[in-house]
């Protein structure tokens, strides 16, 4: 299972269905969120000429990560591929101090300052993978969303995150062994922004 399957099951648990049991992951794979957060990395760590708006955000997380390892000793990693068991993801930037690890993710549109469940989920999980990473060796207290409009959120992990995880884990393997989708959303707001609509509107369930 990815990362990405645990925010999609938040969002629309249809959307999630329809990606693994249909293989529409690629219409995810190609949209503009995803194509700029990879530009982003490939700006912070190549030195070729990036455009100004991957250039403008790529300045913001330089300076939003300076502020978290201001005095300390660290390491920051961009593009880390993580993997536990069953559970993998690509966590778009890592801030290693001493004994401490802040997982970052790149985001290009924030429409609300509360942190949705999606979002609160998917950074558990990459804590999740981070800690149990032998060679960082570290623990993760907060997790944070750098988003293109210079916001940030944080997510502070607690007792409970880990277990609100597993239990996650399990009502989507659950939800896959089901013979059809669940119904369609009943937030109409939310297919207008999912690149599945047309298919999953056009199914007969
Ligand atoms: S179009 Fe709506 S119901 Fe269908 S997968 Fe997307 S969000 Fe879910």
Redesign the pocket.
């Known amino acids: 299972m990815k990362v990405k399957d645990l925010a999609d099951y938040s969002?629309?648990?249809?959307?999630l269905y329809?990606s693994k049991r249909f293989g529409l992951e690629l219409l995810d794979n190609h949209s503009e969120n995803v194509k700029f957060v990879n530009d982003t990395v490939e700006c912070l760590t190549s030195s070729l000429n990036c455009n100004f708006k991957v250039k403008k955000f790529a300045g913001f997380i330089e300076s939003e990560t300076n502020k978290l390892v201001e005095g300390k000793k660290s390491k920051v990693l961009f593009g880390v591929n993580l993997k536990s068991g069953a559970l993998s993801g690509r966590v778009d930037e890592l801030i290693i101090t001493d004994g401490e690890i802040v997982p970052v993710k790149f985001k290009l549109g924030n429409n609300s300052k509360n942190v949705w469940d999606s979002e609160k989920i998917e950074m558990i999980a990459y804590s999740y993978l981070v800690q149990n990473t032998r060679r960082f060796n570290g623990r993760v207290k907060t997790a944070k969303i750098f988003y293109a409009d210079e916001t940030v959120k944080t997510i502070h992990l607690n007792e409970l995150s880990f277990k609100l995880l597993n239990a996650r884990i399990k009502e989507i393997n659950a939800l896959l062994d089901e013979s059809k989708p669940p119904?369609?959303?009943r937030?109409?707001s939310?297919?207008e922004?999912?690149?599945?609509?047309d298919f999953?509107?056009s199914l007969p369930y």
């Open positions: 969002y629309c648990k249809r959307k329809l119904r369609i959303s937030n109409r939310k297919c922004a999912c690149s599945f609509k999953c509107y």
